[in-house]
């Protein structure tokens, strides 16, 4: 059995890290247990190195 990453499909784009930019999220995406391949690439949301899902999922801080 594999552990995923959770996130959402859904209008990803998928970046290497090569690809990203600084205004872009770094959430990583793929299997757990090995090194990750791509990025989430949305605007990323405030001070926060993720877009808003990814910082409120990573944090569970529905306030910020």
Known sequence: ???????VVMN??????EALQ???CRY????VDEPPKYFC???RWGGYSY???HT???TK????
């Not at 990803?12 to 890290?17: F, N, V």
């Not at 990583?28 to 299997?31: D, E, S």
């Open 61 to 64: 801080d529905e306030s910020k």
């Open 1 to 7: 059995i594999h552990t995923w990453r959770v996130y």
């Open 22 to 24: 600084h205004h872009q």
């Open 56 to 58: 409120k999922l990573c």
């Open 28 to 31: 990583p995406l793929g299997k």
């Open 12 to 17: 990803e784009k998928q970046l290497t890290l």
């Open 51 to 53: 877009c808003e899902e």
């Open 41 to 43: 690439g949305k605007t």
